[in-house]
């Protein structure tokens, strides 16, 4: 028995939301009349254009984003700390929230994000409500969670010629082997695409 080799397991590919469908579903974030639809934004917008894991998000703090160099300063897994680019309009949507912080609540928190009580969010308090709207607008999917906008973030910089360091860095990983596994949806997509227009496929 000592001498049977035990078939390797393949790794699960990670779920993602693909490029068309991210877009129509941020597109349709931009009315917001109450603090649960203006968080759901938020953390829509933040997870896709950081790649930040739920646990970096909610322990985000204001002082931890520099608007004029367009990026933040995350503390991530064993405290190793990165910076990972934001773009224009994720500046934007920043300052307006606390702006609105600032009229809502009278002593707000020093974590950017809060509940509509004013304090800082909370892993399950995301988790339902990212769970939420994405059962709700994306009914196809096989999951529904915080992680999956991760998974989309990595995989649509893969898809687009990211390099694999670059992506490694932006998600924090400690080994390359942990962001292999997204240049897999990229040649599954190359497969589907060589399956539709090859003649011989």
């Given at each position: ?41 938020m953390l829509i917008t ?114 687009n010629g990211a390099d694999?360091?670059a992506i490694k860095e ?32």
């Amino acid at each position: 028995m000592t001498k049977i080799i035990m078939p390797r397991a393949g790794k699960r590919l990670p779920v993602f939301i693909k490029e068309e469908d991210i877009a129509r579903l941020i597109d349709g974030l931009q009315n917001t009349d109450n603090w649960k639809g203006l968080n759901v934004k938020m953390l829509i917008t933040f997870f896709y254009v950081t790649g930040m894991r739920l646990s970096e998000l909610v322990n985000l703090k204001e002082k931890q984003i520099d608007s004029g160099k367009m990026h933040l300063k995350v503390l991530g897994k064993g405290n190793k700390e990165r910076i990972i680019p934001i773009n224009t309009e994720l500046v934007k949507s920043i300052r307006e929230y606390q702006q609105l912080k600032k009229k809502e609540f009278e002593n707000p928190e020093d974590y950017l994000l809060v509940t509509e009580k004013g304090k800082k969010l909370y892993p399950k308090y995301v988790y339902l409500l990212i769970s939420k709207y994405l059962g709700q607008e994306l009914k196809t999917l096989d999951k529904k969670s915080p992680h999956v906008l991760r998974h989309t973030f990595a995989t649509h910089l893969a898809n687009n010629g990211a390099d694999l360091n670059a992506i490694k860095e932006l998600l924090g990983h400690s080994s390359l082997a942990s962001t292999q596994v997204y240049t897999h949806n990229t040649i599954e997509k190359l497969k589907n695409v060589h399956r539709r227009a090859h003649p011989k496929s």
